[in-house]
């Protein structure tokens, strides 16, 4: 792990970010944000306020219409092929859905967070080097998995399987999280046992994350830092204390849901 | 008043069902119409082709002294011919299903219109479609004019056969595929061959088994055929017993595919169990 650049400036610069899927209708309306080198980050706000797309437009998994996303000193927007590949191996991503790969192992789908240091050969043939099958391991272990290694996914319950997700990003050693929706498929006693298990790995490893959330309460519990977006524009920015009912208002238009 | 709430009240929604019930009065008076052509053309094609009830009788007592001349099978006289052909049979069957298997299986990826852009989907969906298009009765005619009798035309003709339907079912298989597996693989930054490698394969791959055994099975059975045509195999020595009335011996040779082609089936079930 040693040989990660740590640098002293913001990890991530959002500079006027804008998305639109059909012309005329953005879902991003020019989003400008700077990230620290470490702590959490819950993006709050209303279905369709562009949380996910934000999110994925950080790894270009969706392509922005404009605007610049700047990571550790580099524009990913302006990358393409393998230079991009290789930036976005160094940004893990937790999904809402878990999106493992169902007919593979526990221990294939960990691995899988590899993918982006392997020729295909040795993807094929899962000839994955020593030391990343122990840290899969490790990490399995971590996990409380330990003895789920050789099952396939498709056998894992909803919890064990945003684990295992959690654990894909996590091989890739990554210098930023990114999780989107990590516990709106699951009951709110796991999403809870999830969060606490992304937070703390992540803290330990100096990570810095940022998490989509329905779940203003659990959002708060965990964020070091909440940023509030409704209709595509950040309209809030602060610690979770902050938060006040005004505020949530704001967000979340109107006041009448919360009595 | 805006057209949403012009709906909403109801304004505008009569004139709307109206051209709807229409609509469907229409559609089910051409279906009607439909069957009734469907209903013409069997009788007339009936009466075109002579098909009557009493020559169909008639056929039947044919077809029975038919059946009693094959019997008893006679593998003996010709045995070295059947054994000989039937292993060519086999032979063409397993090389065309290797060839067919081999090239179906980048040409099916590439026809995929989820993974692939239109320029490349297009030219690849229309190879595998002709491929797909003719009987292989009639390829093998073709490849018998080509490249002279024998064998050789047979695995090229099934060959043929095997990237069309293996290609297409494979291009389907494919394009249902769960995106969310494959966006997660691609977000760890997979190059493309490792996103097909984790995140495409792991979906398809046994369903591609079931297509391979399953054209497995029809290339053994096209494989008897295709000796009529002269492109190898046991259909010859079939088509000979049949002209020289040897009909003892065309029901050993009966025998034989049957044989031939359960084993055949049996073999690709337990290929499909063991990949389950």
Redesign the interface.
Known sequence: MGDRPHSAGPTLQIQDLTKQYTRGQPVLRGVSLDLDSEGIATIIGPSGAGKSTLLRCINRLVEPTSGRVIFHGTDLVALDGRELREYRRRIGMVFQEFNLVERLSVIENLLSGRLGYLPPWRAWLRRFPEEDIQRAFDLLEQLGLREFAAKRADALSGGQRQRVGIGRALMQEPELLLADEPTSSLDPRTSAEIMETMATLARERHIPVIVNMHDVNLAARFADRMIGMTDGRIVFDGPPSALTTEVLAAIYGGEDWMH | MDALTRRAAGEEALPAEWAARLQWLRRRYGMRLAWVGLAGYVVYAGSVLGFTPARFWAGLGHGYVFLTRLLPPDFVTRWSDIQHDMLESLEIAVLASVFGIVLALPLGLLAARNLMPPMVTWPVRVVVSVSRSFHPVIVGIVFVKAIGFGPLAGALTLTIASIGFIGKLFTEAIEEI?L??V?????????F???L???VL??V??RFVGFSTYQFDSNLRNSTILGIVGAGGIGGTLLAAFQRFDYNIVCAIVIVIITLIMVGEVISERIQRWFQ
């Not at chain 2, 966006?183 to 190059?191: I, N, Q």
Request: proline share 5%.
């Open positions: 769960s969310k597996q966006e997660a693989v691609r977000a760890t930054g997979a190059s061959l490792n996103v490698i984790f995140g792991p979906q791959s046994a």
